[in-house]
């Protein structure tokens, strides 16, 4: 799942995850499966992610930062990553 996109390279132990390679309708899906994958775990031994950030306003926010052409962008620490969310430059998980 590591992957980078031409801003800035991934640093050591970091998931990175370029907008385009996934849905932003499905955003707080994908982070938890990459909490998961990063940990090794199932995602269901994870906590719920809305008891840490509000999935749908992650959405809503992605969104209009998309149709609005501005930049957001949505920071908060989840299952012991620190989970870095923009509409340009996607997803990024950095164990805290």
Partial sequence: MASHNS????????????PDQYDPESIPGT??????????VPVTDLSPLYEQVEPDAVVELL????????????????????????D????RLHET
Avoid: M
Wanted: overall charge negative; charged content about 20%; proline content about 6%.
């Fill in 63 to 86: 969104g209009h930062a998309n149709t609005s052409q501005s930049t957001v962008r949505v920071e908060f620490v989840y299952e012991g990553y620190r989970v870095v969310v923009s």
């Fill in 31 to 40: 982070i938890v499966r990459a909490v998961a994958i990063g940990k090794n």
């Fill in 7 to 18: 801003g800035n390279p991934p640093a050591d132990g970091e998931i990175v995850l370029p």
């Fill in 88 to 91: 340009d430059e996607g997803l």
